[in-house]
Nanobody
Framework: QVQLVESGGGLVQTGGSLRLSCAAS????????MAWYRQAPGQQRAFVAV????????SYTNSVEGRFTISRDSAKNTIYLQMNSLQPEGTAVYYC???????????????WGNGTLVTVSA
């Protein structure tokens, strides 16, 4: 089992920045990818970004490309999501995810965190 704990959410004004963290613990043997998803009020959970735990290669959903950056610290089993130029539509619960292979845009995830709330005020 893998446990994922997110932190860093909060209230930010439009145009502001936040950095989310996700610390993983447990058996990481079969974990090769970690990702961020988000779920806005009344909407389905949606893919945001994924990073390879091996080489750091990343992929993003189009709406955050150029504004968000996902990164990993393999020594700490931690990933980050640096979010810049946040807009009100970025208000959501952000979830960390881990798995063997996480295909961008899918739910091919083995483990989920409990989420951290990000609120972007207009």
């Amino acid at each position: 089992q893998v446990q994922l704990v997110e932190s860093g959410g909060g209230l930010v004004q439009t145009g502001g920045s936040l950095r989310l963290s996700c610390a993983a613990s447990g058996s990481m043997l079969n974990i090769n990818a970690m990702a961020w998803y988000r779920q806005a009020p009344g909407q389905q959970r949606a893919f945001v970004a994924v990073v390879s735990t091996d080489d750091g290669r990343a992929s993003y959903t189009n709406s955050v490309e150029g504004r968000f950056t996902i990164s990993r610290d393999s020594a700490k089993n931690t990933i980050y999501l640096q979010m810049n130029s946040l807009q009100p539509e970025g208000t959501a619960v952000y979830y960390c995810a881990a798995g063997d292979v996480i295909v961008p845009g899918t739910y091919s995830v083995d483990f989920w965190g409990n989420g951290t709330l990000v609120t972007v005020s207009a």
